[in-house]
Each structure stands twice: as structure tokens, then as C-alpha cells.
């Protein structure tokens, strides 16, 4: 089965500036992955083939400090959680919530 896995915009762009140095896609191969088979070779030639369509936006996001992220998105889109992720922070808040007044009638318990 196949498992996609993220990678990050600053790897990409130290693979590209690699290529850019005149090395080929076999020895950029051998130097980031290692020995791979012929089947996962051809697959990270494309991989990287593809980086080299979305060159710009890759370097325009390592750029704008954005190069440790996966995924770039525009201004003004948006990630929907999983139902488990906001239980999780709704359970954050409102601990902190109950926390913050507590220490509230604490201090106006020894304010008083």
C-alpha cells in the first residue's frame, strides 16, 4: 500500500539547489535517500520532477521563513480538525478557563 508522506519545503529546496550545482538525479538520489531500488528511484525522479514545476513556491516559501512547513497554504484557506483534535483543545481551554478562575477567587479571597 502506498503511505504519502510530507516532506518539507527546506528539503526540497536543498535538493534543488543541489541539482542546481550541476549534479544529476541519480547522484542527488544517492546523496539525500541512500541505495534505493529501481521501482523507488523512479518513483523520487518523479517526486523531484515535479518539485521543479513548483520551484518558485518553493523558494518563495523557504523565503518568507516558512521552509520547516508542509504544506503552504494561501491566505485565507483553511484546515478542518478531526473531531477527536477539537475535543482535545475545547477540554484545553476550558481547563484553563476553570484554572484561571480559580486563582481568580483566590486572589480576591486574600485581597479581601
Known amino acids: 500500500m502506498y503511505r504519502r508522506t510530507a516532506i518539507a519545503y527546506a528539503h526540497n529546496k536543498v535538493l534543488l ?3 542546481a550545482e550541476g549534479h544529476d538525479l541519480n547522484d542527488t538520489i544517492l546523496r539525500f535517500y541512500g541505495k534505493l531500488d529501481s521501482k523507488t528511484t523512479r518513483s523520487k525522479k518523479k517526486q523531484i520532477n515535479k518539485w521543479f514545476k513548483c520551484e518558485v513556491k518553493i523558494r518563495e516559501t523557504c523565503g518568507s521563513g516558512r521552509g520547516s512547513h508542509l504544506n503552504a497554504r494561501q491566505l485565507g484557506d483553511a484546515t478542518v480538525l478531526s473531531k477527536p483534535a477539537e475535543q ?5 481551554i476550558n481547563t484553563l478557563r476553570k484554572e484561571r478562575s480559580s486563582r481568580v477567587q483566590i486572589n480576591v479571597t486574600l485581597a479581601g
Not at 482535545?88 to 484545553?92: A, M, Y
Open 17 to 19: 539547489d543541489y541539482i
Open 88 to 92: 482535545q483543545i475545547v477540554l484545553w
